[in-house]
């Protein structure tokens, strides 16, 4: 995420929620890097779930201090939708 990203906080905090607008949410652990932050843990799990690959665009939305919405985009510019039941079968596999 941008440098500048870390200005909209008091401490940039060590995880979020990550939610898309079907109501679907996952935590995944922020890491504060040479002065960039990065999406850690459980990113590489969204990612898979979502089936995100480059040339995607992901964009994130600061609903609460610790609460991103996440919005995906394919190549096409077509927003990439899925059912929670994919992120509730990915994590219980993990449990």
Not at 8 to 18: D, G, I, N, S, Y
Request: with cysteine; aromatic share 10%; net charge neutral.
């Amino acid at each position: 995420m941008p440098l500048d990203f870390t200005k909209h906080f008091v401490a940039v905090p060590t995880e979020f929620k990550l939610r898309n607008y079907t109501g679907c949410s996952w935590k995944v652990m922020v890491k504060l890097t040479n002065g960039k932050v990065t999406l850690d843990q459980g990113w590489g799990t969204d990612a898979a779930i979502h089936l995100i690959k480059i040339g995607y665009m992901v964009t994130f939305k600061l609903l609460t201090p610790d609460t991103l919405k996440v919005i995906i985009f394919d190549e096409d510019g077509i927003e990439v939708v899925n059912k929670c039941g994919k992120h509730d079968e990915a994590f219980a596999a993990k449990e």
